[in-house]
């Protein structure tokens, strides 16, 4: 260890800078590795005595990891060949505390030998900060691509900064960069379009946020689509960029507009049959006094006829309030899948004789479900492809199975459901504007979709507008009851 305390003792300076620094600490090693001095800066930051490290080698100091991976040889043998090593990594305190230091070795030749001055900087707050910041960033980032509404950051000339992948969808960018494109890029020059525009260019001058509770706006596949659009300035930002969230409230405000109608419509369908009762009562006072037999069997059977109208219209919303609020209890048991098809099939074919029903498949097999609910779905599929049939009399009922599940599907060549309209057909009150004067009230679909969900089945539709439909559920077999 003569070396290196030749070496403080030599110059004075570096003796001074050695035993003084506060900020950087040092120690002196042997080529070897064998640490000969420690500066007091080094004692105060990392707790180590020079009792504690001299004569020992500088391995110690580095963590678990590091002494596995040979980094203190590595770094020792890279000073000995060039002359100057650097470093980024963990130094292990005397209390064990990992703190990330930046070192830097450099070998020093002497009269008598050589020796390796290491100095070592704390970065561990800026290090901390850094790894802090590049996490905030992979959360921001993940968070952003899990949103669904469109997100976009403008700077105050209405650049693109930053957008997601909502983003990158809507406005068909996917893919293609879009820092060098202005707001006006993606906003198409229509009427709709320039409003928010303006609107964007008010809050960049004024450096105030704006929300626009139902914008229509034109985008990149020729359709109209409402949204909720929340502009808010950045107030951090030294660019004065403004943060735009796109929210598309399109089916939300077709739904809301079919609830408005649905209410509009139920009550005037109740008020119908309640007419009805009420003439049908008054002209029964008239026909009992007369003694009229005839007009009371006429009135008694429009009377039925009203209330049995009613009925329909009040279960059927009772039914649907009670499958959304996740109260549709089941009652299983065994039966024959074909016996429960065939009641099904009678059923419609007694109230529709003029259609022609046909049956393809062999439903020879048991299950284990809700007999009546069931029914309720086949029902229902073969109601609506007779209802909506636009003249078409043959409606054709098909099963398949394998070991796991059974396969049901309506099959009609009626009026047929656009694209536009098909993912929405077992929403709760959805219905088609052309068929509104159908009668119905767009609960028997939902009905269906959480009587099959509750068997942990699934539906769905294949459809084409003027060409007919397809309504399919398929729901589980046990495997012992599975066909073969």
Known sequence: MTSSKQFLSDFDFLNALFKHARQNAALLMQPNGIVSAIS?????????????LEGKNVSILFTK?????????????NVLLTGQSSDNNYLVAK???KTWVSGESILVHLKNGSTILKVFQNIHEQKSAAIAIASLNTLNESILSTIKDAVIVLDNNLNVVKVNEAFRTLFQQVGGDTSNINAIGFLKQSENNKRLYKQLENSIETKTGFFDPEAELDIPDGGKRLFEITCTPLLNSNKGDLLLTIHDVTVAKELEKEREDIIGFVTHELRNPLSNLMLSNEVMKEAVKENNMELI??????????????????????????????????EMSEFNFGEMLEEAVDTIEVLQPSFNLMVNGNGDFLVVADRYRLIQVIVNYLSNAIKYSNGNKEVTLSISTNNHSVTVFVKDGGLGISKEHLPYVFERFFRIQKTRNIEGIGLGLYLCSR????HKGHLWAESEEGKGSTFYFSIPLKPELAAT
């Open 451 to 454: 009587i099959i969900h509750a």
């Open 297 to 330: 069997r006429d009135m008694i059977s429009r009377f039925e006829s009203s209330v049995e109208r009613m009925n329909k219209m009040v279960a059927g919303l009772y039914e649907s309030t009670k499958a959304n609020a996740g109260q549709l209890i089941l």
């Open 95 to 97: 209390n064990q505390t």
């Open 65 to 77: 990891e590091d002494q596995e991976k040979g980094l203190p040889e590595k770094e020792i043998q």
């Open 40 to 52: 007091q800066a080094f004692t105060n930051q990392f707790g180590y005595e020079e009792n504690d």
